[in-house]
């Protein structure tokens, strides 16, 4: 045996009842005493220092960061606003709202075309706005600070499917006359020409061309859209209320 082995095993203790232990079994021994040598210097070169450890920990999984109800859009100033928003749905903040069971197409879907108002589409109320729908029976008005986001999918309508825009909406009388806050986000999205571009968010936008049709709530015309349409929440909004869950 060698010096530095005799040294480590003493003949002394490889005696049982007088015999050697059998030379395979003190080369396994050896063997597994090396390897885990070997295994505890790997894993000890291997471990993150403890502040890089912390500082990944959030970007692995995002979490809400912003509270409910937000600031109104009139106050805060509508381009502040949009960033706050942004940064709300890329958190996920309204994912613990009533939501629609599951995402569903907003019109026919025939021949690999979509005809529906928008994507397909799976839509999450603010605590304020399912009152309104549920309990208030679309009765009075949606109280401001009330949000409503669209989840939007590609067409036709399927479970699973990756998410590719938002649209919101933010009841805020005091910012429009028609009282909402419209915007458009996607994951990533970022305006070329913010300076020229048509606004992503804001009041009095294009959404109102469809929007301002609806029949039901404050019963008053808008300034952007159809001459003496109603105001709110269109019919099929309305309607998706029969088919949301907790």
């Not at 986001?149 to 028609?178: H, N």
Request: charged residues 25%.
């Amino acid at each position: 045996m060698p010096r530095r082995l005799s040294r480590m095993f003493p003949l002394n203790l490889l005696r049982t009842n007088g015999r050697m232990i059998d030379r395979v079994t003190l080369r396994l021994l050896i063997v597994t005493l090396l390897a885990a040598f070997a295994t505890l210097i790997v894993t000890s070169t291997m471990k993150v220092p403890p502040s890089h450890a912390q500082n990944a920990s959030p970007a692995a999984a995002k979490r809400c960061e912003i509270a409910f109800p937000l600031p109104r859009p009139s106050e805060l100033g509508a381009k502040k606003f949009e960033k706050l928003l942004y940064s709300f749905l890329d958190q996920g903040c309204y994912r613990s709202w009533v939501a629609d069971s599951q995402i569903r197409n907003t019109g026919p879907f025939i021949g690999g075309a979509s005809f529906g108002t928008h994507n397909a589409v799976k839509v999450f109320y603010s605590p304020e706005v399912w009152d309104w729908l549920k309990h208030k029976n679309r009765e009075g008005k949606i109280p401001d600070g009330a949000v409503i986001v669209k989840e939007m999918f590609p067409s036709p309508a399927k479970e699973g499917s990756p998410l590719s825009a938002w649209t919101i909406m933010v009841k805020d009388k005091k910012g429009a006359y028609d009282g909402w806050y419209w915007s458009y986000q996607a994951p990533g999205y970022e305006s070329k020409n913010p300076s020229i571009d048509y606004p992503d968010s804001g009041f009095g936008l294009y959404c109102l061309r469809c929007h301002a049709s609806a029949e039901k709530d404050q019963r008053r015309p808008v300034r952007h859209g159809a001459k003496n349409s109603r105001t709110e929440l269109s019919k099929s909004l309305q309607r998706s209320a029969a088919r949301v869950t907790h």
